[in-house]
């Protein structure tokens, strides 16, 4: 008799300890791992960090590529950690350009929500998907492919992106290649481009050596 309830309790004890946590609020303290942020102790998580009120506003598109992406990932908005999901506002003056770039950690859900965007990637077989996108129009763009955006339109442009991870990230083909000081014949004999238009790109984007 006594041994069924043993087991019984034993098997309460076991689900109990396999019971899944609500959520993961970052405790941005701590360093942030491969699998995210460390959980906040849930006594301090407040509706706050469930709220982020940062995407009404337009972000300063007063730079080279005249455009700007306001990220509400986990580091930005701690309740997305752990929960697989966050967003980003997108607004691109006239002329503005997101340049190609890479998301490694998800797949992105864009929405056109003012303007017209030319948005395409690539695909791991270097096929091209590009397409013109009007208001209300959504594009997904596949989890570590390089994708950009354009506006295309001859007006302001807004889109917002979700993202199937709290900590996407975000890198940028020509940041990447003449933003930091990676040596001209380096660069050179990785892309075949010539050294002058090198020198040139790490000019106008900060870039030395
Ligand atoms: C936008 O950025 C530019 C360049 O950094 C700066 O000069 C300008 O003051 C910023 N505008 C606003 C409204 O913050």
């Known amino acids: 008799m006594i041994t069924p309830i043993i087991f019984i309790f034993s098997l309460l004890l076991s689900s109990s300890h396999a019971a899944v946590q609500d959520f993961c609020v970052a405790d941005l303290s701590l360093p942030e791992s491969p699998a995210g942020y460390a959980c906040k102790k849930p006594a ?4 706050t960090d469930f709220v982020f009120s940062g995407l009404g506003i337009a972000g300063n598109t007063s730079n080279i590529i005249k455009a700007a992406v306001t990220p509400a990932f986990a580091t930005q908005f701690p309740g997305v950690n752990g929960l697989g999901i ?4 997108l607004d691109l003056a006239v002329g503005g350009v997101v ?6 950690g998800g797949s992105e859900v864009l929405l056109v929500v003012q303007g017209t965007l030319c948005a395409g990637f690539v695909s791991s077989a270097n096929t091209v998907y590009i397409k013109t996108l009007k208001k209300g129009d959504i594009m997904v763009f596949p989890q570590g492919l ?3 955006q354009i506006n295309s339109g ?23 290649l003449f933003a930091n000081n990676l040596p001209t014949e380096v660069i050179a004999a990785t892309t ?11 000019g106008a984007l900060g870039g030395t050596g």
Do not use: C, E, M
């Open 146 to 148: 390089l994708h950009f």
């Open 192 to 202: 075949f481009l010539d050294a002058a238009q090198i020198k040139k790109l790490k």
């Open 86 to 89: 966050s967003l980003a506002r």
């Open 44 to 47: 301090a998580v407040t509706v």
């Open 99 to 104: 340049p190609f770039h890479t998301h490694p």
């Open 154 to 176: 001859g007006s302001q442009a807004l889109a917002f992106v979700s993202f199937s991870s709290a900590t996407p990230g975000l890198q940028i083909l020509d940041y990447v």
